[in-house]
T-cell receptor, first 112, second 112 residues
Framework: DAGVIQSPRHEVTEMGQEVTLRCKPI?????LFWYRQTMMRGLELLIYFNNNVPIDDSGMPEDRFSAKMPNASFSTLKIQPSEPRDSAVYFCASSPDSDEQYFGPGTRLTVT | QKEVEQDPGPLSVPEGAIVSLNCTYS??????FMWYRQYSRKGPELLMYTYSSGNKEDGRFTAQVDKSSKYISLFIRDSQPSDSATYLCAIEGGSTLGRLYFGRGTQLTVWP
């Protein structure tokens, strides 16, 4: 299996622009997680889907962030409008049984 | 108070040293305890997993859980330069099944 696939791997954008991050989970996994990692705050859970349904979105910072999972093989995390403080590495992870999570390589976002 | 506290280090040791990494947690309802390893510019990967108090050994790695003190540890024996990475503790078992709470991670460097 190819593992969790994320795109793009790097994104540089200007403040105010819309950013869309994409994730393809491992086939057969029924849980999907979006995380944000920064030096200051570490790894933070943004949102958690189970069987394509959002279970916990309490980590989504504000209305500028939204996430969708239209089917079992695809999810997006959108930031609109983006701000410099959104600069971070965004990870997607999937899990077959809500225990071990398999992480993707991450998207390094820089907002100038 | 955060759910999980972890000293971010950094920690620098010579090859062959015994390394001790630690986390404390606040909620006695947590039941599952994990250690993830993250190499530079990669996603975290599961290293050790345990759900009970006591020790679990896997090669040079030992995970220890003390539920009475809400304290978990990871010991690395005969440390190698290839062990240089960030180690994150993760805990599951709160009100949302499947949600992990991560420590900030401890950056470890093992020099030859």
């Amino acid at each position: 299996d190819a593992g969790v696939i994320q795109s793009p791997r790097h994104e540089v954008t200007e403040m105010g622009q819309e950013v869309t991050l994409r994730c393809k989970p491992i086939s057969g996994h029924n849980s999907l997680f979006w995380y944000r990692q920064t030096m200051m705050r570490g790894l933070e859970l943004l949102i958690y889907f189970n069987n394509n349904v959002p279970i916990d979105d309490s980590g989504m910072p504000e209305d500028r962030f939204s996430a969708k999972m239209p089917n079992a093989s695809f999810s997006t995390l959108k930031i609109q409008p983006s701000e410099p403080r959104d600069s971070a590495v965004y990870f997607c992870a999937s899990s077959p049984d809500s225990d071990e999570q398999y992480f993707g390589p991450g998207t390094r976002l820089t907002v100038t | 108070q955060k759910e999980v506290e972890q000293d971010p280090g950094p920690l620098s040791v010579p090859e062959g040293a015994i390394v001790s990494l630690n986390c404390t947690y606040s909620n006695s309802a947590f039941q599952y305890f994990m250690w993830y390893r993250q190499y530079s510019r990669k996603g975290p990967e599961l290293l050790m997993y345990t759900y009970s108090s006591g020790n679990k050994e896997d090669g040079r790695f030992t995970a220890q859980v003390d539920k009475s003190s809400k304290y978990i540890s990871l010991f690395i024996r005969d440390s190698q330069p290839s062990d240089s990475a960030t180690y994150l503790c993760a805990i599951e078992g709160g009100s949302t099944l499947g949600r992990l709470y991560f420590g900030r991670g401890t950056q470890l460097t093992v020099w030859p």
